[in-house]
Nanobody, 115 residues
Framework: QVQLVESGGGLVQAGGSLRLSCAAS????????MGWYRQAPGKQRELVAI???????NYADSVKGRFTISRDNAKSTVYLQMNSLKPEDTAVYYC?????????WGQGTQVTVSS
């Protein structure tokens, strides 16, 4: 069973930065697409960024130019560097590991951006 453990969330002022990490167990990390999703109170979960096993990335329009997703296959870890944070970025951020036959989620980490 794969486990995903997120870390790096917290409280930050608008304009600040945070770096989220997601460490994956198991031996499928290098062939998985890894994504970051977020869910704000009263809203549906939405895709923030995704990185494929080949390193291709895709971002939600709302975070383009501010967030960067990256991965370290040797450490089975995916990162989300978040810069120029806005209050509307406040949400629980979830890590996702996805393959053709599987889909795993982390427990989430809270990010709160104060104005």
């Amino acid at each position: 069973q794969v486990q995903l453990v997120e870390s790096g969330g917290g409280l930050v002022q608008a304009g600040g930065s945070l770096r989220l990490s997601c460490a994956a167990s198991g031996r499928i990390f290098s062939i998985s697409s890894m994504g970051w999703y977020r869910q704000a109170p009263g809203k549906q979960r939405e895709l923030v960024a995704i990185i494929t096993s080949g390193g291709s990335t895709n971002y939600a329009d709302s975070v383009k130019g501010r967030f960067t997703i990256s991965r370290d296959n040797a450490k089975s870890t995916v990162y989300l560097q978040m810069n120029s944070l806005k209050p509307e970025d406040t949400a629980v951020y979830y890590c996702n590991e996805n393959g053709r036959w599987y889909d795993y989620w982390g427990q989430g980490t809270q990010v709160t951006v104060s104005s």
